[in-house]
């Protein structure tokens, strides 16, 4: 069983009762991974590839973009110690959800925004955080926000190599980066 490197825990479930999941694609999932493991009250994070039609693809596959996956981070979280609110916060402020099919330099399908939900009560939180982020966006002057936001799909984890890749190499390529506007919304 594969465990995280940072703080030992499962990456597979099943996991402790009262926690919830969500997966998140913000590029490329190496600085993603790491911005969501340092919040307090993520049980674990891991890195996978969701949202495309081949079973068990390799990264390989996944990278030449004919499985359709994107990079994702599943974050599972404690909603007693951080909430959902907070994490949304956390993922639009933190990548470009406008870029379409990349993100910086990273370009391809498996780069895309994306956010895969679990359950019906993520859903309208997502959906409000989306508008008011689009509302300080269009402020900004950028365009419209391109995230694909659905039902969480089957998540095949990453290659061990990948899981907490900029914990194992902290000099490693991140491209993780905002757009410098912040979500005011309170909600």
Known sequence: MLTHFVNGRPLSSPYPAGLESVQFGMGCFWGAERLFWQQSGVYVSAVGY???VTE???????CSGSSGH??????????KQITFESLLRLFWCSHDPTQG?????DVGSQYRS???FYG???KPLIEYSRESYQQSLC?????????EIIPAPQLYLAESYHQQYLAKNPDGYCSLSGTGVELTDNF
């Open 120 to 122: 019906d009560a993520q």
């Open 114 to 116: 994306s956010i895969y």
């Open 70 to 79: 994107t990079e994702v981070v599943l974050v599972v979280f404690d909603p």
């Open 139 to 147: 402020q900004a002057g950028y365009g419209e926000i391109t995230t």
């Open 50 to 52: 969701a949202g495309g």
């Open 56 to 62: 068990n693809p390799t990264y390989e596959a996944v």
């Open 101 to 105: 099919m990349r993100q910086g330099n």
